[in-house]
């Protein structure tokens, strides 16, 4: 077998492993708001944390991963996206959530 046939064979079985729904196809049924550490939000300290969320084919959160934010507000976006439900799906999926904490809010 040629090499680019073995390259294209593995490159095929990623691209179905990562086929999950995307954020618009699985819609949000229930959202919890994060705790905005006050320190922070005193201090003007902000930004947008970015998850990778697994929701099972039931709705629940099964696992978050941070990908990006600010560390001090990556903890309280996973508690609060842990407890998010979503609508239910033939198969498990893999979301990006973006949680945005922005201190002029109250």
């Known amino acids: ?42 201090m003007n300290i902000g930004g947008t944390v970015k998850l990778n969320v697994v929701v099972a084919s039931d709705g629940h959160v099964v696992e978050t991963t941070a990908i990006g934010g600010h560390p001090m507000l990556v903890e309280p976006a996973m508690d609060a996206v842990k407890r998010w439900k979503f609508e239910p799906a033939s198969t498990p999926s893999n979301i990006i959530v973006e949680v945005k904490f922005d201190p002029s809010s109250l």
């Open 1 to 42: 077998m040629k090499r680019w046939w073995k390259s294209a064979i593995v490159l095929a079985g990623l691209l179905s492993l990562s086929t999950g729904a995307r954020s618009e196809d699985r819609k949000i049924k229930m959202k919890v708001a994060p705790v905005y550490p006050q320190m922070l939000r005193k």
